[in-house]
């Protein structure tokens, strides 16, 4: 295929950086730009990573630089720090034999940029931007992106062989991006989807968060289910009814709590049921603690039974996630306004303390001091008791006669 070139605005992310681009390319090397942040350039994305490529092999670039850190120069990273920020430059390579369907067993550096952009995952992303604002497309990148097809270089099957996890960003970038996959792309998912259960599960764990939170959350999982994705990672191939029915609904996420909420809540999983699932996942601790306290109160509104105790215990960020998931909105309307009215937030917000109370007199150290202040803190919060001192105080010796 022909180059197409096209000229674009260097974007100020990349401007810092255009000093290293330019001492390579003084020395008599090749330096571009590429993968997602020229993709997302050229769509007008924010873009997060400078990743830049060169023909330069590892040691010439060391040679070009004081300050350089070898982050992975067995792949033919180094990362040079002479401008303040650290930028990852790599050798053009090619890579071969993917015994573990993830990492090469073989790389070759080369000086061809064509080779390098032929290794690459997606046409959108086998795109390397000059620093004159020049775009180099050798595999049909740029009309793709006006198409808004994502679509494998070369042949799909050798691309999902070398790595499986491209199957996941394949799903992934049609969330984000609201694209289609091409059909060939599409049935070299399906085909090889088993595959997916040789990656790692932390991997396919960031990709299928990102896809939940995509513009087009529900393209995404449905790509998943029509091409048995979804049996190939913990937990989800039991529950397809369930899936089917939240693609059929129409959700908008903005974190990870709210994804693994969703999920959960439409399952009917229990706490215990959500840490054995998410621990499946490879979810961090807090993570995982967020969703049992957000399913907590889906549950609870769905049984119309939402208590100020309730709300307390969840706290302000759980509520707002159990509203983002919940769909009947109806139903949530006034659980922010509920919950800015509870008398205390936090327990330290009680005016009262363990030391005061020892101080005037109502009970000594021991462990009965923690059962009266949760008591106090319980009371407080349902509106029986007033949240002033002299009244916790007199509270609190009715409890001890009480008890």
């Known amino acids: 295929m022909a180059i197409i070139v096209r000229m674009v605005e260097i974007p100020k992310e990349f401007h810092e950086a255009l000093p290293i681009l330019q001492k390579i390319e003084s020395a008599g090397y090749e330096a571009y730009f590429v993968g997602g942040s020229v993709r997302d350039t050229i769509l007008k994305r924010p873009i997060h990573d400078v990743d830049i490529a060169t023909s330069a092999y590892p040691s010439e670039v060391k040679a070009l630089f004081k300050r350089t850190v070898d982050t992975g120069i067995e792949h033919g990273t180094v990362m040079i720090l002479d401008h303040g920020t650290g930028y990852e430059v790599t050798t053009f390579r090619t890579e071969s034999g993917y015994q573990d369907y993830r990492r090469p067993d073989k790389v070759t550096f080369v000086r061809s940029l064509k ?39 070369g042949d799909p099957n050798e691309r999902f062989n070398e790595d499986a996890l491209r199957m996941m960003r394949a799903v992934r970038f049609a969330s984000q ?11 070299g998912i399906s085909k090889h989807s088993e595959l997916l259960e040789k990656i790692a599960v932390e991997r396919s764990h960031t990709e299928f968060v990102k896809m939940m939170l995509g513009v087009d959350a529900e393209n995404g999982l449905n ?28 959700f908008e996420l903005t974190n990870e709590v709210q994804v693994w909420s969703l999920l959960a809540f439409r399952f009917g999983f229990s706490s215990k049921q959500i840490s054995t699932f998410l621990k499946k996942w490879k979810t961090a601790n807090k993570i995982i603690n967020d969703v049992i306290l957000t399913v907590e109160l889906l549950f ?10 309730t709300l307390y ?85 009715n409890f001890l006669n009480e008890d």
């Open 313 to 397: 215990h969840v706290g302000c960020s759980n509520v707002d996630n159990a509203i983002a998931v919940m769909a009947d909105h109806s139903k949530t309307a006034n659980l922010p306004e509920r919950y800015n009215q509870l008398p205390i937030k936090n327990k330290k917000q009680l005016q009262i303390t363990g030391g005061v109370l020892i101080k005037k007199g109502v009970l000594k150290p021991s462990p009965q001091l923690g059962k009266v202040l949760d008591y106090l803190e319980q009371n407080v919060v349902a509106g029986k008791i007033a949240n002033h001192q002299d009244e916790l105080v007199k509270a609190a010796v």
């Open 300 to 309: 609870a509104i769905q049984r119309n039974d939402v208590t100020n105790l």
């Open 115 to 153: 080779e390098d952009l032929k290794r690459r995952d997606f046409t959108i992303n086998a795109l390397a931007l000059a620093e004159n604002g020049q775009v180099t497309d050798l595999f049909g990148g740029l009309e793709d992106m006006k198409k808004r097809i994502i679509r494998a270089v």
């Open 177 to 187: 991006l609201d694209f289609k996959i091409e059909d060939e792309t599409l049935a």
């Open 223 to 250: 790509i998943m289910l029509e091409t048995n994705l979804y049996q190939h990672v913990p937990v989800l191939g039991q529950y397809l009814p369930q899936l089917q029915q939240i693609v059929a609904s129409k």
